[in-house]
Every structure is written in structure tokens, then in C-alpha cells.
């Protein structure tokens, strides 16, 4: 059996994470904004679908990808040339969140419901949560969300209406985040699409001890500048 957490209850050390399914911590009958800003420091975050409980991941190995190792493929570096878009951060982090939420053509439902929506937007109010989002003529047609937390990124979804238009996304989040010094974004599970874009796989133990070292480095907590990705790609 794995922990059922009450209010106020600890998470259980990430090194009791099931095996298989891989990274199941513990599980919840409700989240909180205050529960996911305390799972995301000890390296867990939340996934489940509609009826089941709140259910913790810890998984083993982690993927990351350290922002100075994206790999720009020869396809996105010329849609990035093309600069017929722009980036701007923490505009419209609701719009981000719900089209992430969006069925997908692989399933017909998300496990981003109504109430992850209304904790992530908290979280983002509070300084937290953040979108990247790429426009078009003032049409948001992709993007990402997540977490910071000290200097990680923790990485949650992405969606796209043009083509390429979350990867745009992702390699101004990820030219971000090098600039100012963040140590890696938090990718979670391993998917080919991640390896392609220079995402690797590292023990847990390995991911928590860097987690450690970078959550509490002082960062000013708050909406990123929204035009502090323009700048990239522009050669």
C-alpha cells in the first residue's frame, strides 16, 4: 500500500518511490497550491486522472535537460530565423495552461483538470508557476508551462496550433534560463520528443542532490519581464 497523505501530513522520503509503476510516492484525496510548492522542493510532483486520487511521483532515473545542451535541430533553426513570431513570458498563463489541457488526438481526455487549472493559476499569481508562450500576429499559438523554484525549472506541458510552435517555446525558455544562471529544467519522464530536443535521463539520487543545491539560491520571486525571451534567435 502506498502512504495515503492527510492535510498537513509530510511526503515520505523520495527513495520509498515504487519501482513499477515508476516514482509512485504516495497519494491524496486533495492539492493544495501550498502542498505542490512543498512536493516540487523535495523533487515529487502530482499526476492522476479524473476519479482517482492525488497521486506523487518520484521517478528514477529523472530526465533533465541543462539549458546550455539543447540541441537546435537544422528544421527549428530555421523556423527560429524566420522570426515571424515572438515570445513574450507570463502573459497569459491561464490561456497556456488550458490549451495544455486541451484534448489530445492520442486521448480524449487530460489529466489537467479544472482543479489543476485553478492550482497552477494560484501558483503563477503567487509568483511560482510561469508560461512561455509563442504569437502570431497576436494569436498565442503554442507554449509551455511550469515551475521555478530557486534555480530549477520544473517543466509541466506544452501545446501547439502551428507547427514547431512549442519547441519555439522551449528553446527561448531553455536560452532563458542559461542566461540567468538556472542549473536545469526538471523534464520528468523520458519521451523521445525530450531526448531530441538534448534532454537526458539521470539517477534520482543525482537529480535530488542538485535540487538541494539550487532550490534556495536567492531568486526574486514574481511574473518574469514578458519580453525578456524576445531577445534570442535574432541572428
Not at 60 to 74: A, G, N, Q, T, Y
Not at 128 to 156: C, P, Q
Not at 158 to 180: G, T, V, W
Request: some cysteine.
Amino acid at each position: 500500500m502506498i502512504p495515503w497523505l492527510k492535510n498537513g501530513m509530510p511526503f515520505p522520503p523520495v527513495s520509498q518511490a515504487r519501482s513499477y509503476p515508476n516514482g509512485l510516492l504516495a497519494a491524496s484525496e486533495d492539492i493544495s497550491a501550498e502542498r505542490v510548492l512543498t512536493a516540487y522542493r523535495e523533487g515529487i510532483f502530482p499526476w492522476y486522472n479524473v476519479g482517482e486520487p492525488v497521486l506523487w511521483w518520484s521517478p528514477d532515473p529523472r530526465m533533465v535537460l541543462f539549458p546550455h545542451e539543447i540541441k537546435i535541430s537544422r528544421s527549428l533553426q530555421k523556423t527560429l530565423s524566420k522570426h515571424h513570431y515572438s515570445v513574450r513570458l507570463d502573459t497569459a498563463f491561464r490561456e497556456v495552461i488550458s490549451a495544455c489541457a486541451d484534448a489530445r488526438a492520442y486521448s480524449s481526455t487530460s489529466w489537467i483538470q479544472p482543479t489543476i487549472e485553478d492550482v497552477y493559476t494560484e501558483l503563477h499569481e503567487m509568483g511560482h508557476a510561469h508560461s512561455v508562450e509563442t504569437w502570431v500576429d497576436d494569436e498565442l499559438v503554442g507554449g509551455l508551462y511550469g515551475m521555478a523554484i530557486g534555480k530549477i525549472f520544473f517543466g509541466e506541458s506544452m501545446f501547439m496550433r502551428q507547427s514547431d510552435a512549442s519547441k519555439i517555446a522551449f528553446a527561448h525558455l531553455a536560452r532563458y534560463l542559461a542566461e540567468n544562471d538556472y542549473v536545469a529544467i526538471d523534464c520528468q519522464m523520458s519521451t523521445t520528443h525530450l531526448a531530441s530536443l538534448g534532454a537526458r535521463e539521470i539517477p534520482r539520487a543525482e537529480f535530488t542532490a542538485m535540487l538541494v543545491n539550487a532550490r534556495d539560491i536567492s531568486v526574486p520571486i514574481g511574473k518574469w519581464p514578458a519580453q525578456d525571451a524576445a531577445q534570442y534567435f535574432t541572428e
